[in-house]
């Protein structure tokens, strides 16, 4: 059974940082694509980061560029997501996913998912 538990989500000002986590397991992360994408009542799934299963290829939404990084340890079986320079518009509830499609950027590139974390930057 493949799950994906995301933690580290909360509440912080405009300007703050936070690290999101994401365990899996019964999968190993060095062998899949593995995503955080963020949700907004209303809007579809959309995406922030991604690395590929080498681990050596990252990618990022235009909003992300510069003030996410994405990381993963494969010791841990885990991918991290670390948010800085946090803005209100970067509030939404944060997905994890792990997938092994050619392209990374789509929600239907990946086959299983964790339930979210809740990310609120005030201003």
């Known amino acids: 059974q493949v799950q994906l538990v995301e933690s580290g989500g909360g509440l912080v000002q405009s300007g703050g940082s936070l690290r999101l986590s994401c365990e899996v397991s019964?999968?190993?992360?060095?062998?899949?694509?593995m995503g955080w994408f963020g949700q907004t009542p209303g809007k579809e799934r959309e995406f922030v980061a991604a690395?590929?299963?080498?681990?050596?290829?990252?990618f990022y939404a235009d909003s992300a560029k510069g003030r996410f990084t994405i990381s993963r340890d494969t010791a841990k079986n885990t991918v991290d997501l670390q948010l800085n320079n946090l803005k209100p518009e970067d509030t939404a509830v944060y997905y994890c996913?792990?997938?092994?499609?050619?392209?990374?950027?789509?929600?239907?590139?990946?086959?299983?998912w964790g339930q979210g974390t809740q990310v609120t930057v005030s201003s």
């Open positions: 996913a792990l997938g092994n499609a050619l392209i990374m950027t789509k929600s239907s590139d990946y086959m299983f």
């Open positions: 019964g999968r190993e992360v060095r062998y899949y694509n």
């Open positions: 690395i590929d299963s080498s681990g050596g290829k990252r």
